[in-house]
């Protein structure tokens, strides 16, 4: 990797997600309590202990993995390097070579792409585009020759612009 022009990281950080996340847990972990410890169930039609413990089990690591997400950009002389932690345990990187188009992109994170995370548009059983992005509205999207289309989220795109520009990248 090159000398970094452009190094962004962005976690969540949004308080009221994780005291939403928290709370889930903490009312599934005090079921759990009255309904295998206590033998006390919740309703008429109680889950079973194993399906509880799933539940549970499942909600509390979603939000420790919560904790860890960050999505890493970089763009330098090279190209872009980005990394969506804890999932890419390497960087994936699109050369200068390889990027047909590049520019920053204004989108709806719910009515584009369903949602914030990574998502993948298709269009009739191919993949029109991917895109990582953890908060906001705005991104780098990447025309790639081989006709994939990437968008990378950035909380900085006055930034973003201005390197591009120095890269001669964009108009």
């Known amino acids: 990797m090159k000398e970094i022009e452009f190094l962004e990281t962005q976690k969540i950080k949004s308080k009221i997600i994780y ?7 903490l009312c599934l972990l005090y079921v759990c309590f009255l309904q295998i410890i206590k033998k006390s169930t ?34 330098n002389s090279n ?3 980005f ?30 792409y ?3 995370g990574i998502r993948i548009k298709y269009r009739i059983w191919k993949r029109k585009e991917i895109a990582y992005f953890l908060k906001g509205n705005i991104g780098i999207f990447c025309e790639i020759k081989n006709g994939k289309k990437i968008l ?20």
């Open 83 to 112: 990394k969506y932690e804890p999932i890419h345990l390497k960087y994936k990187f699109y050369s200068w070579e390889y990027i047909n188009n590049i520019y920053l992109k204004k989108f709806s994170p719910l009515l584009d």
């Open 19 to 25: 005291l939403i996340l928290i709370v889930i847990d």
């Open 79 to 81: 190209g872009i390097y």
């Open 42 to 75: 919740i309703g008429t039609n109680p889950i079973s202990n194993t399906g509880l413990i799933i539940l549970t089990s499942i909600m509390i690591l979603s939000t420790i993995f919560c904790f860890f997400i960050k999505l890493k950009t970089i763009i």
């Open 152 to 171: 990378i989220g950035t909380q900085e795109p006055e930034n973003v612009n201005e390197i591009l520009k120095k890269l001669n990248k964009i108009l």
């Open 114 to 116: 369903g949602g914030w």
